[in-house]
């Protein structure tokens, strides 16, 4: 009896228990790997595969974010570009409308200076005029006082008036000449 017990209770001599736990842990298996496993195994290829999907749709967000980017500098060259043109511009227009208000200045100096020079020139033609006439009288009343004869005579009167004022424009004339040569 004691071989029958070293026999019942040897562990490398598989007994019905031995049999009964590998035929229910393959049921097991079978059970797991046919039920279970198949959908565990699906959701984490659908969970791979959405995160293969956001890693794409990451990368050409991060692709359209970096076109943006780019595009965004590019317009804000552009605008800088514009920008400098434009002070450009204005800065030429500026030019140019200082130099015509000072053309239009010189002109209307020019203009107002030719204006007081014909305004002068009229005065002056009117001062000589009312002088002659004067001067005329003058003459004429000591040229009367001194020959003791009457001028009466208008052609006689108006040809002495212009001789004696003649006369003095030349002396005056004289004067300036001696004047001038005598200050170089």
């Given at each position: 009896m004691p071989t029958t017990t070293l026999a019942a209770s040897n562990f490398l001599v598989p007994n019905g228990t031995f049999i009964v736990e590998v035929f229910a842990f393959a049921i097991i298996l079978y059970v797991l790997a046919r039920w279970i496993i198949p959908p565990i195994n699906k959701s984490l290829a659908d969970r791979q595969e959405a995160i293969r999907r956001?890693?794409?749709?990451?990368?050409?967000?991060?692709?359209?974010?970096?076109?943006?980017?780019?595009?965004?500098?590019?317009?804000?060259?552009?605008?800088?570009?514009?920008?400098?043109?434009?002070?450009?511009?204005?800065?030429?227009?500026?030019?140019?409308?200082?130099?015509?208000?000072?053309?239009?200045?010189?002109?209307?100096?020019?203009?107002?200076?030719?204006?007081?020079h014909n305004q002068l020139e009229a005065e002056r033609q009117q001062i000589m005029h009312q002088m002659r006439t004067e001067v005329g009288s003058i003459a004429t009343t000591l040229a009367e006082r001194i020959l003791g004869e009457s001028l009466e005579d208008n052609d006689r009167q108006s040809r002495t008036i212009d001789r004696f004022i003649e006369e003095l424009e030349s002396q005056d004339e004289a004067s300036k000449t001696s004047n001038t040569s005598g200050a170089r």
């Open positions: 956001q890693f794409e749709e990451s990368q050409e967000a991060q692709a359209r974010a970096e076109a943006a980017e780019a595009e965004f500098r590019a317009a804000l060259a552009d605008a800088r570009q514009e920008a400098a043109r434009i002070r450009e511009e204005a800065r030429e227009q500026g030019a140019a409308i200082i130099a015509e208000m000072r053309e239009q200045a010189g002109a209307e100096s020019q203009r107002i200076i030719a204006h007081a």
